[in-house]
T-cell receptor, first 114, second 113 residues
Framework: DAGVIQSPRHEVTEMGQEVTLRCKPISGHDYLFWYRQTMMRGLELLIYFNNNVPIDDSGMPEDRFSAKMPNASFSTLKIQPSEPRDSAVYFC????????????FGSGTQLSVL | QQQVKQSPQSLIVQKGGIPIINCAYENTAFDYFPWYQQFPGKGPALLIAIRPDVSEKKEGRFTISFNKSAKQFSLHIMDSQPGDSATYFCAANGKAAGNKLTFGGGTRVLVKP
C-alpha cells in the first residue's frame, strides 16, 4: 500500500483565495483525521470522520474551514477565504478500528498564505 | 480534561546519552498511550505504545515508563544516536473516543555526534 497520500505537497496562495487540500486514506481504513501543525500550537485535530461521516469538527477554527469525505477513498479540506494565519502544515491521517488505534499520517501539505 | 502536557519542549544530548521526555494526562478514561516520531518534512509515525496495565515497555532502544497513579508516562531513548534527532509526540486515547488521539505539544530532540 502506498500509505496516506496528500496533495499538493506545497501550496502558496494569496490572502483571500480559496485553498483545497486533498487526501487519499489507506484502503480499508474507516477513520480519517485532519490535523494542523504549527510551531506555536503543535498538532491540532481539526476534524475526523468515521465511515465517511464527520464525528467531531470542534477543532475547525472558523466557518472559513470546511471538510468533506464523499467516499471512503477521498477527503478534502477547504479554506475559503484563506488568511496568513492559516499558514501551517496540514496532515491527513487514517486508521482502522479493526487493526487497533495506530494512526498512519501522510507527508502533509505545507500551506503558505501571503 | 482532554489535555496531554508534554515536557520539555526541546532537548539536546550527546551521542550515547539518554533523552527523557515526560507527559502527564488528566482524563482517567485514557487507556492507550502511544509515542510518535516525526522527522523534518514527514508526517508523524508510531514509535511505541503502552497500555496502563503495564509499567514499562521496551522496543529496541526506546522505553516507555508508565505511572498510572501519577497519571504520567515518559519516553527514554537509550544509547541515543544522531539519527534519533526528531520531534517526539506523546498521545493518549480512550475507547469512547474511537481512534481519536489527543497529542502532547511535542519535544524536539537533537542528538549531537
Amino acid at each position: 500500500d502506498a500509505g496516506v497520500i496528500q496533495s499538493p505537497r506545497h501550496e502558496v496562495t494569496e490572502m483571500g483565495q480559496e485553498v483545497t487540500l486533498r487526501c487519499k486514506p489507506i484502503s480499508g481504513h474507516d477513520y480519517l483525521f485532519w490535523y494542523r501543525q504549527t510551531m506555536m500550537r503543535g498538532l491540532e485535530l481539526l476534524i475526523y470522520f468515521n465511515n465517511n461521516v464527520p464525528i467531531d469538527d470542534s477543532g475547525m477554527p472558523e466557518d472559513r474551514f470546511s471538510a468533506k469525505m464523499p467516499n471512503a477513498s477521498f477527503s478534502t479540506l477547504k479554506i475559503q477565504p484563506s488568511e496568513p494565519r492559516d499558514s501551517a502544515v496540514y496532515f491527513c491521517a487514517s486508521s482502522s478500528h479493526s487493526l487497533g488505534r495506530k494512526l498512519f499520517f501522510g507527508s502533509g501539505t505545507q500551506l503558505s498564505v501571503l | 480534561q482532554q489535555q496531554v502536557k508534554q515536557s520539555p519542549q526541546s532537548l539536546i544530548v550527546q551521542k550515547g546519552g539518554i533523552p527523557i521526555i515526560n507527559c502527564a494526562y488528566e482524563n482517567t478514561a485514557f487507556d492507550y498511550f502511544p509515542w510518535y516520531q516525526q522527522f523534518p518534512g514527514k508526517g508523524p509515525a508510531l514509535l511505541i505504545a503502552i497500555r496502563p496495565d503495564v509499567s514499562e515497555k521496551k522496543e529496541g532502544r526506546f522505553t516507555i515508563s508508565f505511572n498510572k497513579s501519577a497519571k504520567q508516562f515518559s519516553l527514554h531513548i537509550m544509547d541515543s544516536q544522531p539519527g534519533d534527532s526528531a520531534t517526539y509526540f506523546c498521545a493518549a486515547n480512550g475507547k469512547a473516543a474511537g481512534n481519536k488521539l489527543t497529542f502532547g505539544g511535542g519535544t524536539r530532540v537533537l542528538v549531537k555526534p
